[in-house]
């Protein structure tokens, strides 16, 4: 098939630290190329893939500090794709709801794979006024708010199988990987760790919204002899920090429509610790992959509890469940139903293609 994928412009593909988005559509284009398709990636020029590349914009643009004005490359990127439209078979966005728009008008098969929350009061109006947007979601959770919008499929996350390798024996440790922000949960982290008596390793973006809220309420609480504290960590020092550690916490607070790290964890065959927010049990299987934990308290139990979690089940699971390979195909279904019914077909059309 000849596919574009289409990612937003903040980071590279894949980027060069935090950014999930962009890492699942760079996993994702690289499969497809592995697998004999015809791919085209719309992102920022700094981006790396086998496939060929299309950049509205020479840098990513969060760390172009000459970048004012962010939705004016991303309206030249949506342009371009509109261009080029009868190069493809399908056009694929990650784009959030900026192209619905011009999807609507082009003539070319299109989905959307949405990748943030979905509770928030403003976005009804936009799915109710584009009925007709084929849409994916990357957890059955994150559909909840608008569980009437013309959803064609969930796929979850993969991740290369070569990406993170599995470590049998991990030292005594707790891991956070993310972002430092109310929802994320970093302050519950830290309270589980002093709790438990153990040393935990955060790494951690900190975003400008986020500032106040780290230096008020998260940067007191790093002077602890048993918090060590990175900022924005790559593949490969993620591989050592979560692959060596007893467990990952995963204590948010907010509806995580999939949660990158939790596969990522599962990758090097450390469970995670989580409270049973959004995608949480989707992902993880109590007592195979992970514990689920509703608060501190019962936190502090898993995380005595954890070695009755045997490391190499939560690779197995991450290898069923979670590569790459495996979201290829998924996507390639919708793909070529896509490609059967028409670019415009609605819902209940297109469950009848399935």
């Not at 000459?66 to 309206?75: K, N, Q, Y």
């Not at 990406?163 to 991990?170: I, Q, R, T, V």
Request: charged residues 25%; proline residues 7%; aromatic residues 8%.
């Amino acid at each position: 098939m000849r596919i574009a994928q289409v990612a937003p412009l903040y980071e590279s593909v894949p980027p060069a630290k935090y950014g999930g988005t962009e890492r699942v559509v760079s996993y994702l284009t690289e499969e497809l190329v592995r697998e004999g398709h015809e791919v085209t990636l719309f992102a920022s020029g700094d981006s790396h893939t086998c496939a060929r590349l299309i950049s509205p914009c020479e840098r990513s643009l969060r760390l172009d500090r000459e970048c004012r004005d962010p939705l004016a490359s991303h309206m030249v990127l949506i342009e371009q794709v509109a261009q080029r439209q009868a190069e493809f078979d399908v056009i694929h966005f990650h784009t959030n709801y900026l192209h619905f728009s011009v999807a609507k008008r082009i003539v070319c098969p299109s989905l959307t794979t949405l990748h943030g929350r979905l509770d928030l009061q403003e976005l009804p109006r936009v799915f109710r006024t584009f009925p007709e947007t084929p849409l994916v979601s990357i957890s059955n959770a994150q559909r909840q708010p608008v569980p009437w919008a013309n959803w064609i499929g969930t796929v979850y996350h993969g991740l290369p199988p070569d990406l993170y390798k599995y470590e049998e024996s991990p030292e005594q440790y707790l891991a956070f990987v993310g972002r430092i922000s109310p929802e994320k949960g970093v302050d519950s982290a830290i309270e589980i760790a002093k709790r438990a008596n153990m040393r935990l390793r955060i790494a951690a973006k900190v975003d400008p919204a986020d500032r106040d809220y780290y230096s008020s309420e998260i940067k007191p609480l790093l002077s602890h002899p048993s918090i060590d504290f990175v900022q924005e960590i790559d593949d490969k020092e993620k591989q050592e920090l979560i692959g060596e550690a007893s467990a990952l916490l995963f204590p948010i607070d907010w509806p995580e429509p999939f949660g990158m790290v939790m596969i990522e964890a599962m990758a090097c065959g450390t469970p995670v610790i989580a409270f049973p927010r959004g995608s949480v049990p989707e992902i993880i299987e109590p007592g195979v992959n992970g514990i689920i934990v509703e608060n501190a308290g019962e936190a502090l139990e898993a995380v005595r509890n954890i070695g009755a979690i045997r490391r190499k089940r939560c690779r197995d699971m991450f290898e069923k469940r979670f590569t790459d390979a495996r979201m290829a195909r998924d996507y390639l279904t919708l793909y070529r139903m896509l490609e059967e019914c028409g670019a415009r077909d609605l819902q209940d059309e297109v469950r009848q293609c399935k």
